[in-house]
């Protein structure tokens, strides 16, 4: 009896499979087999090859799938075997320095690291109620958001710019300048040349300490997303360690646009200029994976770039969801900007949730007396430079317009100039 039982153990199990029906562009319709949403997928092309897929949705012949690499090479009736287990990638200090593609393979030319623990690319939601509180200043090394828009360690901030403004030098200067343990940088979506640029250019000596997930324009929808997803996933793994992380994920417009691709080809209906309701949740859930973690666990500091076309940063609706579910937003002016103010934060239009439980009561104060004096006369300004103002009138804009020159002063910071958190406050007693 034992020995019969040893030999259906040792039987090899069965792989159910089913074929290639149909192909809609990027999207394959497979016969025959079941899975869930979200299951990994094999399919074999006309060479015998096999390219990885995943499971997006379900219709009448059987399963939506999106091949990471595209479908070409693939052929009516081609084999499709499905792999159930939710995605999984491979995590390890050998990423430190690195920089991989959105599949997880090294594309920095070096040999692949050695990673031996498993993580899941999908997180389970965390639980409110065992995330630390937000209790303490996350140094940027920025001088305008040190002093003016204070970020907390475990922070989900936005960062609004139009094109050409100015974000990824000041992505940069933060990953170079943040007091942070490990920096994973997301670049989803973005043009390639930027990559290496991004990485040489402007990471610099903190490449280190870096991870980088690279999965540029030309990568297929799904790859896209994924790349996303291992970027918060590698987060998560080093928090769990008690690092302190600093996330930059380069754009969640661009995330949004491959979200967008996907929910479209598994059949959902667009609802806001052609993005389907699920983008929407799906953008929320990939933030609220930031933040403070549990007791002996790190934080995940997460700066997300947005996308606003045409500088609306109103009717835009993925600038206005991330807005709303994260803890505070820059806004970089292109006024500012034209202006050689870099870099060029709109302070009046910038808002840190948490500031006033991570500075203390001077620090606030002192912020808060910069931003009104600031905010006025720029509301003022017109006014002031067609002669409409006669000095004396106005004993706050007096004010304000004699302190600009120290103000603006403190707003202007060079590339290549790190400014720490108390430098910050010194600087913004002396500017007001």
């Avoid at 609220?288 to 996308?307: K, N």
């Avoid at 103000?407 to 002396?430: C, G, P």
């Amino acid at each position: 009896m034992l020995a019969r039982i040893d030999r259906v153990l040792s039987v090899e199990q069965v792989r159910t499979f089913g074929r290639v029906v149909k192909c809609d562009g990027e999207v394959l319709h497979s016969s025959l087999v079941k899975a869930p949403v979200g299951a990994k997928c094999v399919i074999e092309n006309v060479d015998g090859a096999e390219l990885s897929g995943e499971v997006v949705g379900f219709d009448n012949s059987g399963l939506v799938i999106m091949a990471e690499r595209g479908t070409r090479g693939v052929i009516k009736g081609s084999r499709v075997f499905v792999r159930p287990r939710p995605p999984e990638l491979m995590v390890g200090e050998g990423m430190l320095g690195r920089v991989f593609n959105g599949r997880g393979e090294a594309i920095d030319g070096l040999r692949p690291p050695i990673l031996r623990q498993g993580w899941p690319m999908i997180a389970a939601s965390k639980n409110p109620l065992s995330r630390q509180r937000l209790e303490a200043p996350f140094d940027v090394g920025v001088r305008s958001i040190n002093g003016l828009l204070t970020i907390g360690t475990g922070m989900r901030v936005g960062l609004f710019a139009g094109s050409g403004v100015g974000k990824t030098t000041l992505l940069g200067m933060i990953a170079r300048f943040a007091r942070a343990d490990v920096v994973v940088v997301g670049m989803i979506g973005e043009r390639g040349r930027e990559v290496r640029e991004f990485i040489e250019c402007h990471i610099g000596e903190a490449r280190e300490k870096a991870v980088v997930i690279a999965s540029p324009a030309d990568e297929t929808a799904i790859s896209r997303v994924h790349g996303a997803y291992r970027a918060i996933a590698v987060a998560e793994y080093f928090r769990a360690a008690g690092k302190t992380v600093l996330l930059m994920v380069d754009s969640l417009t661009r995330l949004a646009m491959a979200l967008r691709e996907v929910a479209l080809a598994a059949g959902e209906p667009p609802v806001a200029r052609g993005y389907p309701a699920s983008v929407f949740g799906a953008l929320a859930a990939y933030i609220e994976r930031a933040g403070t973690g549990g007791d002996h666990e790190g934080s995940i500091t997460g700066i997300y770039t947005v996308l606003v076309e045409g500088d609306d940063h109103i009717a835009d609706p993925i600038a206005d969801t991330a807005r709303s579910v994260m803890d505070g937003h820059i806004v970089l002016s292109r006024t500012l900007a034209e202006a050689a103010i870099y870099p060029p934060i709109d302070i009046a239009a910038s808002l840190s949730r948490v500031m006033g439980a991570v500075v203390s009561d001077e620090h606030l104060q002192l912020a808060t007396k910069f931003r009104a004096l600031w905010t006025y006369k720029q509301q003022k300004q017109d006014a002031v430079d067609f002669g409409g103002y006669t000095p004396g009138r106005d004993a706050v804009l007096d004010e304000a317009l004699r302190k600009a020159p120290a103000m603006e002063a403190f707003l202007r910071q060079a590339v290549s100039e790190e400014v720490s958190l108390a430098a910050s406050i010194d600087a913004l007693k002396i500017a007001i």
